[in-house]
């Protein structure tokens, strides 16, 4: 059944940032590059297979996460450096809270604007090689690198301009020829089981939240109900998960609902009780002591707080 679902779901054509980044874009409509400092807050934990148009680097220096890049899988727990082409599928998971490194996207355009930076792209061939796509990096690499991201990130604050363009991607080149100066090309992990296991979980768990509606509330939240879907038994899952994440099954589960829960929350006008019903709760008081064991807060608090945080 999981897989009947990877194969019915359509593959996302992201045409702007605002439709790959967990909070609201307000950046220039008309861009060519961008630069991104990853945070937790600035890192969806969750991005459902899809093709871009437009070029990304993914530099972390901290945080696990599974990564997929068309047929190869990775399992990223130390620092490296992902070059993804517009056309290559890619999916996300975070499997841990923490988040730090740097996102670079660029356009098309930019290449066809720079004659130069189109000869270090076909020169190198690190997003056009998949072999060449993943660079695990060394201390010394990370410090290098660092600079070269705080000062494409300070130019990129007054992005808009041909010079800030003419500069970034003059740092883009560099980026390139540092990161290939002394490679590790980083080798895939085998697509296992394992790994089409916790993958499958993700995007079951994706799907199963993205629809709901106070008249029509997810239908799976405990492990037996998700192990179910995927056909394998909960004492795997939950292995597999723990291995992989450090987390069992309900733990995630609980998190997606809670984090749902203050979406819901922040961005509708439902009433608790609706809120609370979407996400499975049959009845307020008991969605209402979910929330406030896991969050600290009462619903009723969170939006209170948020509302006067925001105004």
């Known amino acids: 059944m999981a897989n009947k679902i990877a194969e019915n779901r359509d593959i996302d054509l992201l045409k702007d940032l605002k439709d790959l980044l967990p909070f609201e874009w307000d950046g220039p409509k008309e861009w060519s590059f961008q630069v991104i400092r990853r945070t937790p ?5 969750y991005i459902s297979p899809n093709r871009r148009e437009f070029y990304k680097i993914l530099y972390t220096t901290k945080g696990a996460a599974i990564l997929t890049i068309g047929l190869k899988s990775y399992y990223v727990d130390r ?9 290559e599928i890619l999916s996300f998971k975070k499997t841990d809270d923490e988040s730090e490194g740097f996102i670079v996207f660029f356009k098309r355009k930019l290449a066809d604007n720079h004659q130069s930076l189109k000869i270090i792209l076909d020169k190198y061939s690190l997003f056009s090689n998949t072999d060449k796509s993943a660079i695990e990096l060394s201390d010394s690499e990370i410090l ?3 600079r070269i991201f705080e000062k494409m990130l300070e130019i990129g604050v007054n992005n808009g301009g041909a010079v800030e363009e ?7 080149q560099l980026l390139m020829v540092t990161s290939s100066k002394h490679a590790k090309f980083l080798q895939p992990d ?3 089981d394992e790994f089409r296991h916790i993958h499958e979980f993700f995007q ?5 939240v993205s629809g709901i509606t106070y008249t029509s509330p997810i239908q799976a939240k405990t492990a037996q109900e998700f192990a179910d879907k995927l056909y394998i038994h909960p004492n795997h899952l939950n292995a597999l998960l723990k291995k992989h994440t450090g987390k069992n099954v309900s733990t995630h589960i609980k998190n997606k609902l809670l984090e ?3 979406i819901l ?5 439902w009433s608790i009780q609706q809120i609370g019903f979407s996400i499975g709760f049959a009845d307020q008081p008991n969605f209402s002591y979910f929330f406030k064991k896991n969050a600290g807060i009462t619903p009723a608090e969170f939006r209170k707080n948020y509302v006067r945080l925001g105004a």
Not at 41 to 45: D, E, P, Q, T
């Open 41 to 45: 807050n600035a890192c969806r934990s």
């Open 79 to 87: 620092p490296t450096i992902f070059f993804i082409h517009p056309n």
């Open 144 to 146: 290098e690198l660092d």
């Open 166 to 172: 003419d500069m970034l991607q003059i740092y883009l």
């Open 190 to 192: 085998t697509v296992s």
């Open 204 to 208: 079951l768990l994706e799907n199963e």
């Open 260 to 262: 749902e829960s203050k």
């Open 265 to 269: 929350l922040v961005q509708t006008d």
